[in-house]
């Protein structure tokens, strides 16, 4: 019994501990994609009607706005961008995909496009040419130094009327962000010519802004909603991904909660054997006590036999926990090849692996509740040997 409750509370914990640093790491990961390849806080035009009666909803003087959003405290860096969505082809095969009109400078900024660990080519000759994700070169079969044809239904306005635009480009760079939807549909394009490209001569579509802290963006908001002036609003990093975020906060507690489960039900095995120790040390304990121990000394003696399953327990599923986090990858590696390779879809989980991050909360959050559940489920049958009437457990001896 001893042996199967230390077994269980190995396990328990190890569970405990891999799943908070596989949740942890997997936040993480999602957050640092989002952070690495996206704006902080976009600023765009609520719009605006012309004296024509067109809806207009771009940034006429994004220069001196970008410099008065670039003057508040905690901003890093404000681009202008220029957005459109357009058909992508290349040897006879065809993709959508989401174009992002960018200076040079504002494109090297960003840590998971410019990367030159995961990205191929030369980020140096963007103005040459585009970048695209590693997903969009893939479903169009082509690599650095092909040409790409991109076509905008909203092309050239002529006398006759709106005609395609089809221009070709050479692909200079692809990069990998981490994230499938954005290497599967993003482009992109040097700031110039994408508003030649996509009509928007002057003006740009919306500043991407960069802060300091981009989990206290929500402080910061007001005071570029502010140097942005009227007629603009916010989207913040929060806004598109915190329903996501916070289904990840509130999976995290139950998963904690139903893992506790599992630690209670592994110490409740400490209980069992304890009360087969007290019940078989019977005449023990009677002898001990007719000689002159104490109450409080069979509570320690008992007590201390079901803590020390405990402890050992927890150091053992701690020390497995740990192991298991640094060698999370090598692990995941060989369940995906048992599986065919289908235990971690891309598209589904929109991360390319399964990371772990081992944080010392989650470390000392499992070791105060095994130990405080070993300890306290230990006192019960303690306290029943330690009560043990002498007389009767002599009686029949």
């Known amino acids: ?71 508040v405290p905690g901003v890093t860096r404000v ?18 995909v989401q174009v992002f009109g960018i200076h040079e400078d504002d494109l090297a900024a960003l840590p998971r496009i410019a990367d030159p660990q995961t990205g191929m080519g030369d980020i140096g000759r963007f103005t040459e040419g585009i970048a695209m994700g590693e997903g969009v070169a893939r479903s169009l079969s082509v690599g650095v130094g092909d040409t790409v044809r991109l076509i905008s239904p909203d092309g050239a306005r002529t006398a006759f009327g709106t005609s395609p635009r ?8 692809v990069f990998s962000a981490g994230r499938y939807d954005i290497d599967q549909t993003r482009v992109y394009m040097p700031f110039a010519e994408a508003q030649t490209y996509f009509n928007r001569q002057g ?37 598109a991904s915190g329903a996501f975020l916070r289904a990840l906060d509130i999976e995290d507690n139950v998963m904690f909660v139903i893992m506790s489960v599992l630690v209670l039900i592994a110490a409740m095995n400490i209980v069992s054997g304890l009360v087969m120790l007290v019940k078989n040390k019977g005449r023990d304990i009677g ?34 926990g740990v ?23 891309a598209s589904v989980r929109g991360i390319y692996e399964l990371p772990a ?21 230990t006192l019960f049958p303690a306290r ?14």
């Open 1 to 71: 019994m001893t042996w199967i409750s230390l077994i269980g509370i190995t396990l328990a914990v190890f569970a405990l501990i891999a799943t908070l640093a596989v949740r942890a790491g997997f936040r993480a990961e999602f957050v640092d994609t989002i952070l690495g390849a996206n704006a902080h806080v976009t600023v765009y035009s609520q719009g605006r009607v012309t004296d024509t009666g067109a809806n207009v909803s771009t940034l006429g003087d994004y220069a001196a706005m970008a410099e008065r959003v670039a003057a």
């Open 79 to 96: 681009a202008p961008l220029v957005r459109g969505q357009v058909m992508a082809n290349a040897h006879g095969q065809n993709a959508g």
């Open 166 to 173: 089809i221009s070709a480009y050479e692909v200079v760079y």
């Open 203 to 239: 003006v740009a579509d919306e500043l991407e802004v960069m802060v300091e802290e981009p989990e206290a963006v929500d402080t910061i908001a007001p005071a570029i909603a502010e140097a942005a002036g009227q007629g603009t609003l916010l989207w913040t990093w929060r806004d």
């Open 287 to 320: 002898i001990l006590r007719t000689i002159g121990l104490t109450e409080g000394a069979i509570l320690r003696i008992f007590f201390l036999c079901g803590a020390s399953t405990g402890l050992i327990g927890t150091v053992l599923g701690v020390a497995l």
């Open 323 to 345: 192991l298991f986090t640094l060698y999370v990858q090598p692990i995941f590696d060989a369940v995906d090849w048992l599986s065919g390779g289908t235990a971690w879809d």
């Open 357 to 377: 991050v081992l944080r010392a909360r989650d470390v000392v959050s499992a070791v105060l509740l095994s130990l405080g559940l070993s300890f306290l489920v």
């Open 384 to 397: 029943r040997a330690a009560r043990m009437n002498p007389v009767e457990a002599l009686r029949y001896e």
